[in-house]
């Protein structure tokens, strides 16, 4: 019987951030079948709770390249 990884995922340490705006953590996870990545940053609220804020994106959208607008050519010139 094939693991079946629906609704579930895994979030590990980043140990490549270099920046405050690099992910605390970061992981994949399955939402109804469909993958997202997702990132993880800790966070101190104002009464001094300590907290996780996320961030969710499809793995299909992050991997698409950005479309270049279309440039419509002007075949009267003179040349």
């Given at each position: 019987?094939e693991y079946d990884n629906?609704?579930?995922?895994?979030?590990?340490?980043?140990?490549?951030?270099?920046t405050?705006?690099?992910?605390?953590?970061?992981?994949?996870?399955?939402?109804e079948?469909?993958?997202?990545?997702?990132?993880?940053w800790?966070n101190?609220?104002?009464?001094g709770?300590?907290?996780?804020?996320?961030s969710v994106?499809?793995?299909?959208?992050q991997?698409r390249?950005?479309?270049?607008?279309?440039?419509?050519?002007?075949?009267d010139?003179?040349?």
């Amino acid at each position: 019987m094939e693991y079946d990884n629906t609704n579930r995922g895994a979030i590990f340490k980043n140990d490549k951030k270099s920046t405050d705006k690099h992910p605390d953590m970061n992981g994949s996870i399955n939402i109804e079948g469909k993958e997202y990545w997702i990132s993880a940053w800790t966070n101190q609220s104002k009464a001094g709770a300590r907290y996780l804020s996320l961030s969710v994106t499809a793995k299909e959208e992050q991997a698409r390249p950005a479309q270049a607008p279309a440039v419509e050519f002007d075949d009267d010139l003179p040349f």
